[in-house]
């Protein structure tokens, strides 16, 4: 069973960066590697993830080029910064390894 932990949400005002980091206790390769994210009363919705095999990544549309995923094979640790963020960013997100979830943290972002 893949575990996932997850670490750097926080506050920022507009305009401001975070990095989440999301270290999975298996290998990345070969597995689905993406983020997602939820805001109160609504659906978990796409964010970023790392096509297998061809490691191309895919954006949202709201997030494409703000927002970048990356991955490091050897410590099996997933990554997404998040540049330029707005107040719409608000969420909780959630990375994902094959069919593992972390338990999510909340990126406050305020005007």
């Known amino acids: 069973q893949v575990r996932l932990r997850e670490s750097g949400g926080g506050i920022r005002q507009a305009g401001g960066s975070l990095r989440l980091t999301c270290v999975s206790s298996a290998g990345l390769r070969m597995r689905y590697n993406g983020w997602f994210r939820r805001t109160p009363g609504k659906e978990r919705e796409f964010v970023a993830s790392?096509?297998?095999?061809?490691?191309?990544?895919l954006y949202a549309d709201s997030v494409k080029g703000r927002f970048t995923i990356s991955r490091d094979i050897a410590t099996n640790t997933l990554y997404l910064q998040m540049n330029n963020l707005v107040p719409e960013d608000t969420a909780v997100y959630y990375c994902?390894?094959?069919?593992?979830w972390g338990p999510g943290q909340q990126v406050t972002v305020s005007p």
């Open positions: 790392i096509a297998e095999p061809s490691g191309i990544s």
């Open positions: 994902t390894v094959g069919d593992a």
